[in-house]
């Protein structure tokens, strides 16, 4: 197969995150891409290389801001995500900070939604604001919330949607439509689905940014993240952002793990999600537990809105155990596959506790206020059979 875009649109999703933006017979027939450790490029000349600088010729300069291997892995993220360009990282937050630094300048204004992982919070509360920028976090899940507070001033609104950790759900289309009138990018952090279960720039988002260092990777062994938005704002993003701000490139290496993840994309999903189903029923039926968050079930508040926007209902469940946080720290330690660690989407199911680990990036009245419980546990559901997962977690509960 080709990379002609034309037949390649045509093309089901597991054949795009194969094939997609890659030719063979350009380097050698070789079937993987090949991985190109170098950190410069020499020039044809002194005017080629002042035209590479001026975008006036094609061609690599400094790893920096281009590598052949990472362009592979950024045009396939793209053409998956729906969206016009790609940008690869070397982590989530590497992505996200590129993004903010590039759009945001002193007395321009950022709405959030009250959910973000830990770090993210951290960036918009504790840092940001130490450079002029406000921000506001707002319950996004109710649209008419941000329609109170939208303004000319807002540069950015940001949300993840399902929200680490406690799975609210964002209707994205809604949202779109209230920022379209403005100036203003609609970022949605993406991480929890991956493009094969909800594409944001089809719903109207301007700009998606991962953590691939979850699901796009898959494996747990790389930190990596991407921006996809239009070409305009990922040329942005990369020469600004990127080039001259926070220099967070992905390594070539960890771009080469990435395309090697994606090969099995949506066979890793579709586990994930068919296990999480399960569990998220078994865990509802139990008598120690006193609440699943879980889009996919009829009980969840979001149930209608995942069914609008998501084509299945993601790998991430938390919980609540009647008995609250003691609880919750004597059912982690009684759990013999599961892993308490924090992280998510990789092969292994790992199961941590948000307000000590993830998110103890909030003061604790900031996680009350924002709807992060003391008691909640998150998994991030594995690969592994399901039987062995479900008799580890119910022999754990048994014990409570
Ligand atoms: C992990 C995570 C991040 C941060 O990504 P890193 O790769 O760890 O830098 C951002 N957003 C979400 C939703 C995450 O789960």
């Not at 892995?73 to 793209?78: I, N």
């Not at 395309?259 to 865990?283: E, F, I, N, P, Y």
């Amino acid at each position: 197969m080709t990379s002609s875009p034309k037949r390649n649109a045509k093309s089901g999703f597991a054949t795009r995150a194969i094939h997609f933006g890659y030719n063979a017979q350009d380097y050698h027939g070789a079937l993987n891409p090949p991985l190109f450790l170098t950190s410069t490029y020499g020039f044809e000349s002194s005017m080629d290389g002042s035209d590479r600088f001026a975008g006036e010729a094609q061609g690599y300069i400094y790893h920096r801001v281009g590598n052949p291997t990472v362009s592979i892995l950024e045009k396939r993220l793209a053409e998956l995500e729906g969206g016009e360009a790609g940008l690869a990282t070397s982590s989530g937050m590497g992505a996200i900070t590129a993004a903010f630094w590039t759009l945001l300048k002193s007395g321009d204004e950022v709405i959030a939604d009250k959910t973000l992982y830990g770090c993210t919070f951290s960036l918009l509360q504790h840092h940001l604001v130490k450079f002029g920028v406000t921000v506001k976090f707002i319950d996004m899940s109710t649209p008419d919330e941000l329609t109170k507070v939208m303004n000319d001033k807002v540069k950015i609104v940001y949300c993840e949607t399902p929200a680490n950790p406690n799975m609210r759900l964002i209707d994205i289309a809604a949202i779109s439509e209230i920022c379209a009138p403005f100036e203003t990018t609609f970022i949605v952090d993406n991480t929890y689905c991956t493009p094969y279960l909800q594409r944001p720039l089809e719903l109207g988002a301007d700009m998606v940014v991962h953590s691939a260092t979850k699901y796009l990777g898959g494996h747990g062994d790389l930190l990596a993240g991407a921006v996809v938005a239009s070409q305009e704002m990922i040329d942005q993003v990369r020469y600004v952002g990127i080039k001259e701000m926070n220099g967070a490139m992905i390594s070539s290496f960890d771009a080469f793990l990435i395309l090697r993840g994606l090969k099995t994309l949506q066979l890793r999903m579709d586990r994930h999600c068919q296990s999480a189903m399960s569990l998220a029923h078994d865990l509802e039926r139990h008598d120690a537990v006193e609440r699943v968050y879980y889009p996919g079930l009829a009980s969840s508040p979001f149930h209608r809105l995942a069914n609008k926007q998501m084509s299945q209902f993601g790998g991430m469940i938390a919980l609540e155990l009647k008995g609250g946080l003691d609880a919750g720290r004597a059912f982690m330690d009684e759990l013999e596959l599961v892993t308490s660690a924090v992280s998510l989407g990789d092969a292994e199911t790992l199961v941590q506790h948000p307000a000590s680990m993830t998110h103890s990036t909030y003061e604790p009245e900031e996680r009350e206020r924002h709807g992060i419980t003391d008691g909640l546990i998150r998994i991030s559901v594995g690969l592994e059979d399901y039987d062995d997962i479900q008799a580890d977690i119910l022999s754990a509960l048994s014990t409570l």
